[in-house]
């Protein structure tokens, strides 16, 4: 009698359910904090940025390309981008890096120099 009320007292018990699921609530809270919801951010801000793509804007492209927006074409989301003198290419919206100067005038960045 006496071994077994010191066995039983020294039995450990069991954790609960929410005890046991409590780590992997955490974890997968810390990873939508930390990686999800910024990356969210980032991609609706990017989108924002290609849809609000005028003529005129010096743009960056995913490849690296500088040029100036000269054509929009809104259903096709494609846009046409002047790198050198005489030179279009044309351009997925959704390969932009960067947009730099939002319609700035080509005769006023000339004007600088």
Do not use: Y
Request: glycine share 8%; no cysteine; net charge positive.
């Amino acid at each position: 009698m006496l071994f077994s009320s010191v066995l039983a007292q020294a039995a450990p018990q069991q954790p609960g359910m929410l005890e046991s699921f409590l780590p992997f609530i955490l974890i997968i809270a810390i990873f939508w904090f930390l990686i999800l919801r910024p990356q969210n951010k980032k991609m609706k801000a990017h989108r924002e940025m290609v849809n609000n793509v005028r003529r005129g804007d010096t743009v960056v492209t995913a490849g690296g390309l500088v040029g100036k927006v000269t054509k929009v074409k809104d259903d096709d989301a494609e846009i046409e981008v002047e790198i050198a003198d005489g030179v279009r290419v044309r351009v997925i919206k959704g390969t932009l890096s960067d947009v730099r100067a939002k319609g700035e005038p080509a005769v006023a960045a000339d004007e600088k120099k």
